[in-house]
């Protein structure tokens, strides 16, 4: 069973900046496709940054050259660093893991459905 555990939310001022991580259970980390997505209030959960394995990483259009996500596979933790935040990014940050990767052939990391395993979320608050 896999098992994500997020933490480094917050609250900070527009212009600021936060690292979130995500600590994840489960063998063969590095073999993961890897995620965050977000969910505003009264708003769908959206992918924000994804990273397959070893393969680069994708990102929202409303994040790139903002937040850059990377794994650690020796530490099984995926980070997301978050930078010049915009009170629009204030949501909670899921980390989600898909430990099969191989049978999503074409699809995109920000894909929701192919994710099934997730944090419980940790708050992003940032204040104008």
């Known amino acids: 069973q896999v098992q994500l555990v997020e933490s480094g939310g917050g609250s900070v001022q527009a212009g600021g900046s936060l690292r979130l991580s995500c600590a994840v259970s489960g063998y063969g980390y590095m073999k993961y496709c890897m995620a965050w997505f977000r969910q505003a209030p009264g708003r769908q959960r959206e992918g924000v940054a994804g990273?397959?394995?070893?393969?680069?990483?994708t990102y929202a259009n409303s994040v790139k050259g903002r937040f850059t996500i990377s794994r650690d596979n020796a530490k099984n933790t995926l980070y997301l660093q978050m930078n010049s935040l915009k009170p629009e990014d204030t949501a909670i940050y899921y980390c989600a893991a898909d430990p099969y990767p191989g049978r999503y052939v074409g699809y995109g990391v920000l894909v929701n459905s192919r994710y099934n395993f997730w944090g419980q979320g940790t708050q992003v608050t940032v204040s104008s």
């Open positions: 990273v397959d394995r070893d393969g680069p990483p």
